[in-house]
């Protein structure tokens, strides 16, 4: 996976941008949970960059809350970490959390 970090709000609004071209992942990660940890080497063993050709968007939600906080607000998803969230046209298409960040359900939404 190749991550893009959002760390300014510049950064979201490219991330919005971009989804009005194509279907993006945004992960909310905070590092210092071992469930976070899991759950995203998890999605990065199970990633195939050729078959889901997703932009993926990461925030640390501890050290961005207000980014975060946006994002909940933006897309009307509720805040929780760890957290996936496709987004198309500037809006939330699925979002899971926990143990339902899988590979498998996002194959889906692979533009």
């Known amino acids: 996976m190749n991550w893009i970090e959002i760390d300014t ?6 991330a919005y941008l971009d989804s009005d071209k194509e279907r993006v992942l945004l992960v909310k990660y905070s590092p210092a ?12 063993r199970e990633w ?8 993926t968007y990461i925030i640390n939600p501890r050290t961005q809350r207000e980014i975060s906080d946006k994002i909940a ?10 957290q ?13 959390s926990h143990g ?3 590979v498998a359900n996002l194959k889906q939404f692979a533009n």
């Open 9 to 14: 709000v510049e950064k979201l609004e490219e």
């Open 33 to 44: 949970c071992i469930v976070n940890y899991l759950m995203k080497s998890l999605l990065e």
């Open 48 to 55: 195939w960059n050729d078959a889901m050709r997703m932009k």
């Open 73 to 82: 607000f933006d897309l009307g998803v509720k805040h929780e970490s760890p």
């Open 84 to 96: 996936a969230i496709v987004i198309e046209n500037r809006k939330a298409v699925y979002s899971a």
């Open 100 to 102: 339902k960040m899988l």
